[in-house]
């Protein structure tokens, strides 16, 4: 088979045993090729960027760059490359961190061979591969996300409480009662799915759900 006929993958990971494992794996498939390979660095995002692979195979813990950053940044210059995430890590918040950021599927390592060869065919063909796992979690986070969405006075309560203010203060300058502050207060709870003010202030500023 000529080269040109060839899926071209590329292989991101700071690990050069589990390189060379899915190297020889790739290499060994009929209609793929493993042309480069790299540890994660910010020449990694430019040579990548630049490149005429097909498919990217993109790790998410390496310590010169996350797999994350180099995603966000290979996407800056280059919006067609399809990046599949492949890591041992199944954290919701990195899982959509990634996708959020570019990245078109989501692979747990220790798959079996044929998944991740599948895998690379599908997300060439414009696919989104997912492991079943990752599959769920995603479902699942859409679903809270959906129920998260915060009323307008919810949101106000919300500000207040991010700006410092405690229960009374908040049933004051809202012209409501302090029962139903603490009941707004229990919804937003709930949705955003946090156990305390703190934590519920810092994903709030994080998430950019307060100014």
Known sequence: MLMEELIKV???????????LYKT??????????????????ETVDELANSSVDVILMDVDMPKM??????RNIREKNKEIPIVMLTVNEDSELIFNSL????NGYLVKGLRPE???????????????????????VVDSFKITKSAVLTGRE????????????YKQAAAKLFISAHTVKRHIRNIYEKLQVNSRAELVQKAYRENLVR
């Open 25 to 42: 794996l790739i290499n060994d498939t009929e209609g793929m090729i493993c042309v480069a390979e790299f540890e994660g660095s910010k």
């Open 66 to 71: 996350n797999g994350i950053d180099c995603v």
């Open 10 to 20: 590329a292989m991101v990971d700071d690990d050069p045993m589990i390189r060379t």
């Open 100 to 103: 959020c950021n570019g990245a």
């Open 115 to 137: 998944k991740l060869t599948n895998g690379i065919i599908e997300v060439y063909k414009g696919g989104a591969p997912m492991s079943a796992s990752i599959a769920r979690k």
């Open 155 to 166: 949101q106000e309560v919300l500000q207040l409480l991010c700006d410092g203010d405690n």
